[in-house]
């Protein structure tokens, strides 16, 4: 039995429970272990589904360029796709973002340009402006803009959400995602709520993020906006892809809860896992605990990528004591 190229093995995640970590918790606590897709992160099945969808409108041709900002992991899974259907890829990104993301990228065949971080969306530096005026530029070029594809929602609503449903047997309750793009949990989360619309679905959010002052109040606040270093979720824009009418709840996690919990996913649970699976599995937890998550309930957690990304970051001690994530000793 053979796969006719790499890009069939993408999806179909394994689903694993959580033993040690939350094991407060009464009730079922499964993670989807995202990190099993080839190119290591969740943004492989949406990495192929932009591309075959832009295909399917014409809006790329053979031989063409693709051109996105990303911050690594929907990158790779652009390049990935790319490689095998024969497209360039140039990539902007942020100097927030691991080196190690960038090298791959680049051993992937992508051009990367580094953009600052703590510029404004609409500052021509900033990495969503370059990306466009590129496209703009490039001749036979494609900008995919996973903030407002909508093929982005659709991946998950045609692969994660059906593969979480048959995993669990129709018997989730609870779905937790980052907050990223949206893409995740929007696509995800409309299509558990078809099949049942008494699932909850909570998003998780970076303290420094305006999503979860916007989803509480309505309100794009910016000066919720401050740095912090947990890679892939929150923002400071609201994406299209972002369905705020698709959440329950969201809960907010700060960088040292999330990296502290990414590195208790590895020793105690054996799952090498990014910052982002940190700050999941942490808010995950919270909301169980505050609220009626019961002994009956299934919940699943999205956990995006690998801590291979991660390891000079948050399974660094110096790294970590440097930003007073661990004490001294
Ligand atoms: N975690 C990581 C590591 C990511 O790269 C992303 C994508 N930005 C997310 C979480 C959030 O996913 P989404 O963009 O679908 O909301």
Redesign the pocket.
């Known amino acids: 039995m053979y796969y006719n190229s790499i890009l069939e093995t993408i999806g179909n995640t394994p689903l694993v429970k959580l033993n040690t970590v939350g094991d407060d918790i009464e009730g079922t606590v499964l993670v989807k272990v995202e990190y099993f897709n080839p190119g290591q992160?969740?943004?492989d099945r949406?990495g192929l589904k932009m591309i075959e969808d832009a295909e399917e409108k014409g809006l790329i041709k053979p031989g063409g360029t693709i051109i996105e900002g990303?911050?690594?992991?929907?990158g790779m899974g652009l390049a990935l796709a790319a490689a095998i259907k024969g497209y360039d890829c140039i990539f902007t990104t942020t100097d927030k973002q691991s080196k190690s993301k960038i090298d791959i990228l680049r051993a992937m065949g992508a051009k990367v340009k580094v953009c600052p971080t703590n510029v404004e969306p609409d500052d021509p530096r900033s990495y969503y402006s370059v990306a466009k005026r590129l496209s703009e530029e490039i001749p036979n070029s494609y900008y995919p803009n996973?903030y407002d594809n909508p093929s982005?929602t659709q991946a998950?609503y045609e692969t994660t959400g059906p593969e979480i449903w048959e995993q669990t047997e129709g018997k989730i309750t609870h779905y937790v995602?980052?907050?990223?793009?949206?893409?995740?949990?929007?696509?995800t989360s409309k299509y558990l709520k078809e099949q049942n619309k008494h699932v909850q679905t909570i998003g998780v959010d970076s303290v420094g993020s305006v999503y979860k002052k916007y989803f509480e109040t309505g309100e794009f606040d910016k000066n919720e906006i401050h740095p912090y270093l947990t890679?892939?979720?929150g923002e400071d824009i609201i994406p299209e892809?972002?369905d705020f009418d698709l959440l329950d709840a969201v809960m907010q996690v700060n960088d040292k809860e999330a990296f502290l919990m990414t590195r208790a996913l590895a020793k105690k649970e054996g799952l090498f896992v990014?910052?982002?699976?940190g700050a999941?599995v942490h808010g995950a937890l919270e909301y169980a605990r505050t609220s009626d998550f019961g002994k009956d309930d299934l919940m699943v957690i999205?956990l995006?990528?690998s801590g291979a990304r991660y390891v000079s970051k948050i399974f660094n001690d110096d790294w970590m004591r440097e930003h007073d994530f661990l004490d001294a000793d």
């Open positions: 992160s969740v943004k949406i990303t911050s690594g992991n929907t996973q982005n998950h995602a980052g907050m990223g793009t949206g893409g995740t949990i929007s696509g890679e892939g979720i892809n972002m990014g910052g982002s699976c999941a999205i995006p990528d």
